[in-house]
């Protein structure tokens, strides 16, 4: 067994210790007298998640990303209420299958639509990023309702639809959820996002899955994803050349990169290319000055670039900005690529089909393996 393998194995069933320790004293009512007992779920590659069923319901600990020694939330999932009676310290409850949610990010929006289960999201924030023309549809007939920022939403709005749960993206001390909390709705920590690798991340839709009631389904749809991702990193792990890669572009004095370690660092590796930051070990991005960036980025033989406006970003505009990036070896060989945000479905698949952004840039990195299809996200700035 591959030394990498048997550390990850360890983590994850420290992790389950970890969690059931920490069930006696859930809630703070004292010590519990049944223990977990059931089966688990069989997770790969999540760090953050559990998911253990037992007695007619599935109970999910999801470990707080910024103290890993902590618990962030604890959910029982259950079809029947007679079914978590029994339970001491069942966390927080949620009735499942969801059919009146309130979803406040894109992401989670893309993935509930390809679960077939569009028709219970009930209630979005934010409807400028959500690209999907049918939820836009639905909001502007008021088929779903807009509770609007997604860090004050409307209390009214919520209260109107009357969701079974709200799906929110938690963030380090943010001193919880305000108004929103008193309001006796399940709040879903989706946490996934903190995750360390793509599969890491994608394999939370086994989670979301079973929320909807497509439990089998959302199992299936990641073993594919796996497959596919796997797949192609095994045809880039053979290649002789790995050409230098660097990523984004600067905002207001600062030009933040993906940390070595990040999904997008991981990605980069998969797909077949040197990154120029991969020994800067980060989950998140690095802020660097754009100096420090410079020194490395114009020897760089691929320069991608992910960005938001109404038209597509072009080698003149970039020129203009900052004449001297127009020396760089990736903007002579014309290897400079863009992903325009705002008229792309970037947000809402990539983080659940990592193998469609790994195949994007295998065609971009090693064009010669071959990879069937066209880019769907990066393509060349004119």
Known sequence: MAPQIRLEMIKKLLFSLCTALLLLSCNGSGPSHKKIQGEPVPLRYARNLSMIRHDGVTEVFIRNPWDTTKVLHHYTLYSHPDSCRHLKHPGTLVQVPLRRAGVFTAVHCGLIKELGQEAAIRGI????????????????????????????????????????????????????????ERLGIPIVECADYMEFSPLARAEWMRFYGRLFGQGERADSLFQSVEQRYLAMKAATDTVSHRPTLVAEKPYSGVWYVPGGTSSMGILYHDAGAS?????????????????????????????????????????AQIKADYPSFAHFRSFQSGRVYGCNQDNSLFYEETPYHPDRLLADLIRIIHPQLGIAGEKQYFQPLK
């Open 275 to 315: 990154y120029v930051f991969a020994d800067r070990p980060k989950n998140g991005s690095l802020a660097l000055s754009v100096e420090s960036v410079f020194e490395v980025a114009q020897q760089a033989d691929i320069w991608l670039i992910k960005y938001n406006q109404s038209q597509p970003l072009t080698l």
């Open 125 to 180: 924030c934010e409807i400028e990023y959500i690209h999907i023309p049918s939820i836009q549809e639905a909001v502007s007939e008021g088929r779903v309702a807009n509770f609007g920022n997604a860090m004050e939403p409307s209390i009214e709005g919520i209260m109107d639809v009357q969701p079974d749960a709200l799906l929110v993206s938690p963030f380090e001390n943010s001193g919880g959820y305000g108004r929103i």
